[in-house]
């Protein structure tokens, strides 16, 4: 077994992660993840498949997979260039009076339908200017009435009715709102990202497979590390958790998953790569 082997496969056992599962979550086949464990990259389709594998495999259980193919790029087979032929396009005199044709025929219709345009819109103006000269003549004129000024009422402000002060009720202040649950991308580091969550006392997390199937699972990090559910979920099945404390949560595939935690909506991924994410639950002092 090669050194990039045995530490993919203690990175894997550390994470309670079959072969079985990490098929499941790369869609790699089982006897290519033994071939990288074994470090016989022979097996392997090509040398392009060997980066690709070795990159998903290390996303899946928690590595950095940059730095992994960085630390042991001599040990992985370079993938193989392929040489592309440039295609030269073939342009004929024909194809560029062809062009010159259209261009010459859509610039000619365009300057007569312009021609056109104005020939019309200045005949429309003069027509209207007649319309309404032969309606202003034909209009009779007509004598205004004399309307005598009216004098205010003295007594409009004696006609009015007092409002009694004495009938006011105090308004009741109306309490401030709760602060609303703040969820907050704090860092990413080592592949996970960290979350605090603030103004809350619990944790509430609410999980929706979207996609085809989702292998997850969900640890308490209480006084000690507890796993609280792991399985696959296929799609349209949903659940939901209440926790006290602080929540560490793996995701095989990242785009097949909707997550809601507190109200708020986290983003896990948009390629179907592993993902880890931790919750941290910021407890109100008081």
């Given at each position: 077994?090669?050194?990039?082997?045995?530490?993919?496969?203690?990175?894997?056992?550390?994470?309670?992660?079959s072969l079985d599962d990490l098929q499941e979550m790369t869609k790699i086949r089982k006897r290519y993840l033994e071939a990288i464990e074994d470090g016989n990259f022979k097996v392997l389709p090509g040398?392009?498949?060997?980066?690709?594998?070795?990159?998903?495999?290390?996303?899946?259980?928690?590595?950095?997979?940059?730095?992994?193919?960085?630390?042991?790029?001599?040990?992985?087979?370079?993938?193989?260039?392929?040489?592309?032929?440039?295609?030269?396009?073939?342009r004929t005199s024909r194809n560029n009076e062809k062009i010159g044709k259209w261009a010459s025929n859509i610039m000619m219709i365009s300057f007569v339908v312009l021609i056109l345009g104005i020939i019309y819109y200045y005949l429309n103006m003069n027509y209207s200017g007649a319309q309404r000269d032969v309606t202003a003549n034909?209009?009779?004129?007509?004598?205004?009435?004399?309307?005598?000024?009216?004098?205010?009422?003295?007594?409009?402000?004696?006609?009015?009715?007092?409002?009694?002060?004495?009938?006011?009720?105090?308004?009741?202040?109306?309490?401030?709102?709760?602060?609303?649950?703040?969820?907050?991308l704090v860092k990413s580091q080592g592949g996970t990202d960290f979350y605090s969550v603030s103004n809350a006392s619990k944790l509430t997390i609410e999980m929706k497979v979207t996609g085809d199937a989702c292998w997850f699972q969900i640890d308490s990090l209480g006084q000690s590390r507890d796993t609280l559910e792991q399985g696959t979920y296929t799609n349209g099945k949903s659940q939901k958790w209440e926790l006290d404390n602080s929540a560490f949560m793996i995701f095989g595939r990242s785009n097949a998953v909707e997550l809601m935690v507190n109200g708020t909506s986290v983003t896990v991924g948009d390629t179907p790569n592993a993902k880890r994410i931790q919750f941290d639950l910021q407890k109100n002092q008081g």
């Amino acid at each position: 077994m090669s050194e990039l082997g045995q530490m993919l496969r203690k990175a894997r056992l550390e994470s309670k992660i079959s072969l079985d599962d990490l098929q499941e979550m790369t869609k790699i086949r089982k006897r290519y993840l033994e071939a990288i464990e074994d470090g016989n990259f022979k097996v392997l389709p090509g040398n392009f498949y060997v980066r690709a594998f070795i990159k998903s495999y290390a996303e899946a259980v928690g590595l950095d997979p940059n730095e992994v193919l960085h630390m042991y790029q001599n040990v992985i087979p370079a993938p193989e260039q392929e040489q592309t032929e440039p295609i030269r396009t073939k342009r004929t005199s024909r194809n560029n009076e062809k062009i010159g044709k259209w261009a010459s025929n859509i610039m000619m219709i365009s300057f007569v339908v312009l021609i056109l345009g104005i020939i019309y819109y200045y005949l429309n103006m003069n027509y209207s200017g007649a319309q309404r000269d032969v309606t202003a003549n034909d209009e009779p004129k007509r004598v205004t009435d004399k309307v005598e000024p009216t004098t205010p009422s003295t007594n409009t402000y004696n006609n009015t009715v007092p409002v009694a002060e004495n009938n006011q009720t105090a308004a009741v202040p109306t309490p401030p709102p709760a602060p609303k649950a703040e969820v907050k991308l704090v860092k990413s580091q080592g592949g996970t990202d960290f979350y605090s969550v603030s103004n809350a006392s619990k944790l509430t997390i609410e999980m929706k497979v979207t996609g085809d199937a989702c292998w997850f699972q969900i640890d308490s990090l209480g006084q000690s590390r507890d796993t609280l559910e792991q399985g696959t979920y296929t799609n349209g099945k949903s659940q939901k958790w209440e926790l006290d404390n602080s929540a560490f949560m793996i995701f095989g595939r990242s785009n097949a998953v909707e997550l809601m935690v507190n109200g708020t909506s986290v983003t896990v991924g948009d390629t179907p790569n592993a993902k880890r994410i931790q919750f941290d639950l910021q407890k109100n002092q008081g």
